[in-house]
């Protein structure tokens, strides 16, 4: 499991609100990463991200636009 230092950028892929894009930096990584979070990922790091943003950890997540 990667350890989360920053998530920026944060925005709904869609309006129902099952997924989002953000940025994250992890401990493990010198570089921030784009990340595609749900809650269904396989990955626990990625579900642990989905809690703690809808949650509002990370602030807002912005809605989606096309």
Not at 5 to 31: A, R
Request: charged fraction near 30%.
């Amino acid at each position: 499991m990667f350890t989360i230092q920053i998530v920026e950028n944060l925005k709904w892929d869609n309006l129902e609100h099952t997924s989002f894009t953000c940025d994250v930096k992890y401990e493990e990584f010198d570089e921030k990463h784009p990340t595609g979070v749900n809650l269904n990922d396989k990955y626990l790091h990625i579900k642990n991200l989905w809690l703690r943003a809808i949650n509002g950890e990370f602030g807002e997540i912005k809605e989606f636009s096309q």
